[in-house]
Nanobody
Framework: VQVVESGGGLAHSGGSLRLSCTAS????????MGWYRQSPGKRREMAAV??????????????ADAVRGRFTISEDRTEDTMTTWLQMDSLQSDDTAVYYC?????????WGQGTQVTVSS
């Protein structure tokens, strides 16, 4: 599995940005995909992920408390790719971080290169 991120950039406080991440390869094996973020001097933390369970086709989303109600994760899967989008609304300065896409394939985490999100107050 490989992942490629796009999006990010600069937004004003209260503004919006949208991130996307596309996984390719053995996407049928992906059970979790989503976004983590890391601010300077802090540990990488989960922002939002989706869990895909074959027994329950509808993906379930999980959010960090800090972003719940402001960020929305969505996903779509084809035979060859899986894409997740992270819609980030009501951005705050604390959302400034490098955002990393992660795909969990057969209990192996694959990471993107990261994309910078900067929110100016």
């Amino acid at each position: 599995v490989q992942v490629v991120e796009s999006g990010g950039g600069l937004a004003h406080s209260g503004g919006s940005l949208r991130l996307s991440c596309t996984a390719s390869g053995t996407v049928f094996s992906i059970r979790t995909m989503g976004w983590y973020r890391q601010s300077p001097g802090k540990r990488r933390e989960m922002a939002a992920v989706v869990h895909v369970d074959e027994s329950h086709p509808d993906a379930s989303a999980r959010y960090a408390d800090a972003v719940r109600g402001r960020f929305t994760i969505s996903e779509d899967r084809t035979e060859d790719t899986m894409t997740t989008w992270l819609q980030m609304d009501s951005l705050q300065s604390d959302d400034t971080a490098v955002y990393y896409c992660m795909a969990d394939s057969l209990h192996t985490q694959v990471w993107g290169q990261g994309t910078q999100v900067t929110v100016s107050s």
